[in-house]
């Protein structure tokens, strides 16, 4: 069985700092890595995947995430925080030779001007 | 192009109403997925399908649940007798094949059943 677990519910940071939401992950085979971004009424965006070679990984809008394996993480990061980043971020996983996605419960993140 | 479309896109029923959702998938997508997002969670799977068939059905929390695919592109989710505890955001989501495809999710249908 594989699960997902987001570390904070909510987020808040200043316009122009560093973001960093957090995932750990359990599989019991080599995973596939998911960010997605979710915006008021609006359907999931993918940010940004992991499935093999590089484990650093960049996506849209200046967001990337790490895959350490060591660690089972997967960490989204932004070295600086815009206003249009304010949106609720889900970290997912899925079996190498599976299907599905398994979502963690999100991280709102807010942006302080 | 056209993204996935569900409609409608918010449903009111009353408990123990029959209702349908539907999903209209991206033209040429042969995989499509349905999610269920609680208030406060995580969207969870239900059923997927590829082609017309159903592949994995093991998230449907019950028989009450029920889903379609019968020419292996629009989708219908069916929910019977309804109950306060289905109220949800129904999403549904389409890739061109399954495993190393995308998934495109649409915007979701709001289930409200009072």
């Known amino acids: 069985a594989q699960s997902v677990t987001q570390l904070g519910s909510h987020v808040s940071v200043s316009e122009g700092a560093l973001v960093l939401l957090r995932c750990n992950y359990s599989?019991?085979?080599?995973?596939?890595l998911f960010w997605y971004v979710q915006y008021p009424n609006q359907g999931l965006q993918l940010l940004l995947k992991?499935?093999?070679?590089?484990?650093l990984v960049k996506g849209i809008n200046g967001f990337e995430a790490e895959f350490k394996k060591s660690e089972t993480s997967f960490h989204l990061t932004k070295p600086s925080a815009h206003m249009s980043d304010a949106a609720e971020y889900f970290c997912?996983?899925?079996?190498?030779?599976?299907?599905?996605?398994?979502f963690g419960t999100g991280t709102r993140l807010a942006v302080r001007p | 192009g056209a993204g996935v479309s569900q409609t409608p896109s918010n449903k009111v029923t009353e408990k123990g109403k029959y209702v349908e959702l539907r999903c209209d998938p991206i033209?040429?997508?042969?995989?499509l997925y349905w999610y269920r997002q609680s208030l406060g969670q995580g969207p969870e799977f239900l059923i997927y399908?590829?082609?017309?068939?159903?592949?994995?059905d093991s998230g449907l929390p019950n028989d009450r649940f029920f889903a379609v695919r019968p020419e292996g592109s629009v989708s219908t989710l069916k929910i019977q007798r309804t109950e306060r505890g289905d109220s949800a955001v129904y999403l549904c989501?389409?890739?061109?094949?399954?495993?190393?495809?995308?998934?495109?999710f649409g915007p979701g249908t709001r289930l409200t059943v009072l």
């Open positions: 989501a389409s890739s061109q094949g399954a495993r190393n495809n995308e998934q495109f």
């Open positions: 599989s019991s085979v080599p995973p596939y």
């Open positions: 992991y499935t093999t070679g590089a484990t």
């Open positions: 997912a996983v899925r079996k190498s030779s599976g299907d599905k996605l398994t």
């Open positions: 033209s040429g997508h042969t995989a």
């Open positions: 399908f590829q082609g017309t068939g159903a592949a994995d």
